[in-house]
């Protein structure tokens, strides 16, 4: 089971994502590099690197000069400038210059504090990203969008950078606790709802064989979720337009995650405001009840949370209103024009916003 996706970037072929069920392939994407005279540098969480960065640099250990790795403690906590910092300060005392090649093998806290550092480091740095958990399959890895928190606020310092490859291990999925699992599905199912309808009727009629985490299955979906995203990245790298779209979800389920404290995963997070976005689609009268009723139930299916306590309406707004994504003043609110087709509006009232953050309050 190999396929490869490609990804064009203004137009022109970038990068493929290459879908497998080991590392066998993986010769292929550092010969396209030319590493064998490069360094190195595999980039991983505390995690990660107890299963599988020893295989990882058996893998590349023939394809490169030097290998080095760069761990960091596992966890939101680090995904921020202090860790970057360190990350830097490896790559200049071992000598990396712009042709070497750093690769983040982690979740989607690795591969944004990754490219994020590749970004930045000698104003440019390969790398390539070997996402590990479902919702970076499916979401982080893929479109160039990398970053860190700055203090409280989520993904606030950032940069475009595409990859020059994603290689993704689907294996690496059998070692996920359940609710890491199933935090993927937050972006996945988001994917069908804002993009394709039968994409998201085929997720509820395959849910046995998904929950089961059925190999052939899993395949099938993230190649279908990577197709979805490649389209959107591909019209919109720089998330000027309809790319915003993939932040379904995002404005209350950010503030949801930040007030939280990161005690709840992301996926979980968007699934929350992902009910929240549709309960005002169905109150604009975009979706129908039984619309969101569906919705909701099979976020539920899928073991997402639908609802939120221990903290308050006013203070989920607050920080929704400071969100990244504010434009002159308005926030970009994306609804739901029908199951299948999302939209932006500038429009949504605070009063509106606070309905829809006491729905999913209660």
């Known amino acids: 089971m190999n396929t490869n996706i490609t990804v064009k970037y203004n137009g022109v072929p970038s990068y493929d994502i290459t879908l497998a069920q080991d590392y066998t392939f993986l010769y292929r994407e550092l010969?396209?590099?030319?590493?064998?005279?490069?360094?190195?540098?595999?980039?991983?969480?505390?995690?990660?690197?107890?299963?599988?960065?020893?295989?990882?640099i058996e893998t590349v250990k023939d394809y490169a000069k030097v290998v080095e790795t760069f761990t960091f403690p596992a966890g939101?906590?680090?995904?921020?400038?202090?860790?970057?910092?360190?990350?830097?300060e490896r790559l200049i005392q071992s000598g990396f210059d712009r042709k070497d090649l750093l690769i983040a093998l982690g979740g989607g806290v690795v591969g944004d504090l990754t490219g994020?550092?590749?970004?930045?480091y000698l104003r440019g740095i390969n790398f390539i990203q070997m996402p590990t958990s479902l919702l970076a399959m499916v979401d982080s890895s893929i479109g160039g969008k990398t970053g860190v928190d700055f203090l409280a606020y989520k993904n606030m310092v950032g940069a475009f950078h595409q990859p020059k490859s994603v290689y993704m291990n689907l294996k690496t999925l059998l070692t996920l606790n359940d609710a890491q699992f199933f935090s993927g599905f937050g972006e996945i199912i988001?994917?069908?709802?804002i993009k394709d309808r039968e994409y998201y009727y085929w997720l509820k009629e395959n849910r046995q064989l998904l929950i089961?985490?059925?190999?052939?299955?899993?395949?099938?979906?993230?190649y279908k979720s990577c197709l979805i995203k490649r389209e959107v990245v591909e019209k919109d790298p720089k998330e000027l337009g309809d790319r915003a779209l993939l932040n379904f979800g995002h404005?209350?389920?950010?503030?949801?995650?930040?007030?939280?404290e990161f005690k709840l995963l992301h996926g979980e997070c968007v699934a929350v405001g992902m009910v929240a976005a549709g309960y005002l689609s169905w109150k604009r009268n975009h979706i129908t009840e039984e619309d969101f009723s569906d919705l909701v139930n099979t976020l539920k299916?899928?073991?997402?949370?639908?609802?939120?306590s221990g903290i308050k309406a006013v203070d989920i707004l607050k920080t929704a209103l400071h969100d990244k994504k504010m434009d002159a003043g308005q926030i970009k609110f994306i609804l739901l024009d029908?199951?299948?087709?999302?939209?932006?509006?500038?429009?949504?009232?605070?009063?509106?916003?606070?309905?829809?953050i006491n729905y999913i309050l209660n």
């Open 301 to 308: 299916e899928y073991h997402l949370p639908t609802t939120v």
């Open 116 to 120: 994020y550092g590749a970004a930045t």
């Open 76 to 88: 939101e906590d680090s995904k921020n400038l202090d860790t970057v910092y360190k990350l830097y």
């Open 212 to 222: 089961k985490r059925d190999i052939n299955t899993l395949f099938d979906m993230i």
């Open 31 to 56: 010969n396209k590099l030319n590493t064998k005279e490069r360094k190195i540098c595999i980039v991983t969480d505390s995690n990660l690197s107890k299963l599988y960065l020893n295989e990882l």
């Open 338 to 356: 029908e199951i299948g087709k999302a939209y932006m509006d500038t429009t949504v009232t605070e009063t509106e916003m606070l309905d829809a």
């Open 251 to 260: 404005t209350i389920g950010h503030a949801v995650e930040k007030l939280m």
């Open 190 to 193: 988001k994917h069908g709802l």
